[in-house]
């Protein structure tokens, strides 16, 4: 696996963003920080950790494991991280720390109307935080890959994630660094591009060092894509999936075109009213 690839009011609430507990990882308690909640001063600078080059075909190696360790214990401990993705590199936070969730959007200068997505690492693990409505193969198909999947949101997740929106966005990116990450946390992590609001994304650490003092951790994971090319900077294509038997492109993304094909003709949904499919 490479580690990287390239409602009315609803609907609208979705498009225009889609993009820690005491108790365990996935519960939606609130939690106990260990720095205060108030507007976050600068710090020093992240902890910068670069992946060792070529380690998705040798993940055992100490750098790698450092990395997922320390990423982890930041994780849980209430930090904001930036990690590099199939797509680009976005910022990272357990989606069951409500304190967590209002620093992304603080330092992104993020309106609270636009929702986060949540970054899980099996294709199991979509059926305690979502109320699936299309086959399981889709899901494989899809997962893991360059999408972000919209479904009703299950009672498992924090109620102070987009707590406007029924709806949630899901991602399990086609990243190894990411795929374990996720799978050693143990719970939803909440994802967004790692930037401020209404900037270009990112598709190297050096992209976003102007965030850097308000992080605790970067993951370095090496250049994403072309950072010439525009098309590099799409971002996962976002697919409604929540109506059964049809779907709705919300943001057409990277993997428009190879998403629609499986979407009508393997598996015969419907392109929604509204549609920019």
């Known amino acids: 696996m490479s580690t990287a690839r390239p409602c009315a ?6 498009a225009a963003g889609m993009g820690l507990s005491d108790g365990p990882a996935g519960s939606g308690r609130g939690c106990r920080l260990l720095r205060p909640p108030a507007p976050a001063p600068a710090l020093p600078g992240a902890r910068l ?7 998705a075909a040798s993940p055992g190696r100490s750098g790698w494991t450092e990395a997922l360790r320390a990423a982890v214990a930041e994780l849980r401990a209430g930090a904001v991280v930036a990690v590099p993705t199939d797509t680009l590199y976005g910022l990272a936070c357990s989606a069951s720390c409500s ?5 992304v959007y603080r330092l992104k200068g ?5 929702p986060l997505a949540v970054c899980l690492g099996r294709v199991a693990d979509v059926y305690r935080y979502c109320k699936v409505k299309v086959p399981t193969e889709l899901l494989e198909d899809l997962f893991p890959g360059p999408v972000t999947l919209v ?4 009672e498992e997740l924090n109620k102070d994630l987009n707590p406007f929106t029924p709806l949630i966005g899901v991602r399990i990116p086609d990243h190894a660094f990411m795929l374990d990450l996720a799978q050693m946390f143990g719970g939803p992590l909440a994802l967004t591009s790692a930037n401020f609001s209404s ?6 650490v050096e992209e976003f060092q102007d965030l850097w003092p308000h992080l605790s951790l970067v993951i370095d994971g090496g250049p994403i894509g072309d950072s010439q090319s525009p098309e ?11 109506v059964p038997g049809k779907f709705g492109i919300i943001r057409p993304g990277c993997a428009l075109e190879n998403t629609t094909a499986i979407l009508q003709q393997k ?6 009213q509204g549609s920019c499919s």
């Open 9 to 14: 009011g609803l609907k609208a609430a979705v």
């Open 49 to 55: 950790l670069r992946l060792p080059e070529n380690e």
């Open 99 to 103: 304190a967590a969730l209002s620093c």
């Open 110 to 114: 993020r309106s609270e109307a636009k």
């Open 151 to 154: 479904m009703e949101r299950s």
């Open 199 to 204: 900037q270009a994304s990112s598709l190297s």
């Open 232 to 242: 590099c900077r799409l971002g996962s294509t976002v697919v409604d999936l929540s």
């Open 267 to 272: 598996y015969g949904l419907l392109p929604s």
